[in-house]
T-cell receptor, first 113, second 113 residues
Framework: AQSVTQLGSHVSVSEGALVLLRCNYS??????LFWYVQYPNQGLQLLLK??????LVKGINGFEAEFKKSETSFHLTKPSAHMSDAAEYFC???????????FGSGTRLSIRP | NAGVTQTPKFQVLKTGQSMTLQCAQD?????MSWYRQDPGMGLRLIHY???????DQGEVPNGYNVSRSTTEDFPLRLLSAAPSQTSVYFC????????????FGQGTRLTVV
C-alpha cells in the first residue's frame, strides 16, 4: 500500500532563508510524486510533480524537489524564502498500479520577517 | 475558465439532515474525486470516479454517496449528517488517473451541529 509521511507539521524560517520541507514515501512500484500548495481559504494547486523523468524537478515560484529512490524521499526546497510562500504544503504519492492519489498530513510554512 | 466549481461554499446542518455538495468541472476531465480535509490529517479520499457511470470508494467512504451521470458533474451526498462529518470538502478533477495534475475546487466548509 502506498503512503506518504511529511516530517514536521509546522516549519518556520526567516525571509531569505532556505526552505526545506521533508517528504518520505512508501510504494511497492515506481511512484509518481507531487507537491501541492494551499493558500488560506483556497483549494490546492500543483507546485511540481515527478513521473520518472529527471530526478530533480523544478516547479513554480522557485521551488524544486529531488527524487531519491535510495532514501524514498522527495523533499521540497527553495533557496530563499519569500513572505508570499507562507502556506500549507502537501506531498502526495501514486503509482501506475493504483487508482488514487494519497496525500500527506501537510506542513504549514511560516515566514518570519 | 471556471475550472472546478463547488457549491455551496459554507453550510451548517443539523445532525440527521441530508444534503448534496455539488461539484462541476468544465475541462472534460474523466477522473474526479472528493476529499475531506481535517486538521493534522491532510486530505483523505472519500470517493472517486474514473468516468461517467463509474465510481469507487476511497479511504473514508462511510456516510457518503456519489454518482457520476455526466462527465462534468460529481455530486457528494451526505445521507444522515453527523458531527464527525464536520470538515472542509474538496472536489478535484484530472485528465489522467494518477500521474497528472489534479485541479481542485475552492472547498465547502461544512459544520454539523
Amino acid at each position: 500500500a502506498q503512503s506518504v509521511t511529511q516530517l514536521g507539521s509546522h516549519v518556520s524560517v526567516s525571509e531569505g532563508a532556505l526552505v526545506l520541507l521533508r517528504c518520505n514515501y512508501s510504494s511497492s512500484v515506481p511512484p509518481y510524486l507531487f507537491w501541492y500548495v494551499q493558500y488560506p481559504n483556497q483549494g490546492l494547486q500543483l507546485l511540481l510533480k515527478y513521473t520518472s523523468a529527471a530526478t530533480l524537478v523544478k516547479g513554480i515560484n522557485g521551488f524544486e524537489a529531488e527524487f531519491k529512490k535510495s532514501e524514498t524521499s522527495f523533499h521540497l526546497t527553495k533557496p530563499s524564502a519569500h513572505m508570499s510562500d507562507a502556506a500549507e504544503y502537501f506531498c502526495a504519492v501514486s503509482d501506475s498500479s493504483a487508482s488514487k492519489i494519497i496525500f500527506g498530513s501537510g506542513t504549514r510554512l511560516s515566514i518570519r520577517p | 475558465n471556471a475550472g472546478v466549481t463547488q457549491t455551496p461554499k459554507f453550510q451548517v446542518l443539523k445532525t440527521g439532515q441530508s444534503m448534496t455538495l455539488q461539484c462541476a468541472q468544465d475541462m472534460n476531465h474523466e477522473y474526479m474525486s472528493w476529499y475531506r480535509q481535517d486538521p493534522g490529517m491532510g486530505l483523505r479520499l472519500i470517493h472517486y470516479s474514473v468516468g461517467a457511470g463509474i465510481t469507487d470508494q476511497g479511504e473514508v467512504p462511510n456516510g457518503y454517496n456519489v454518482s457520476r451521470s455526466t462527465t462534468e458533474d460529481f455530486p457528494l451526498r451526505l445521507l444522515s449528517a453527523a458531527p464527525s462529518q464536520t470538515s472542509v470538502y474538496f472536489c478535484a478533477s484530472s485528465y489522467g488517473q494518477v500521474n497528472t495534475e489534479a485541479f481542485f475546487g475552492q472547498g465547502t466548509r461544512l459544520t454539523v451541529v
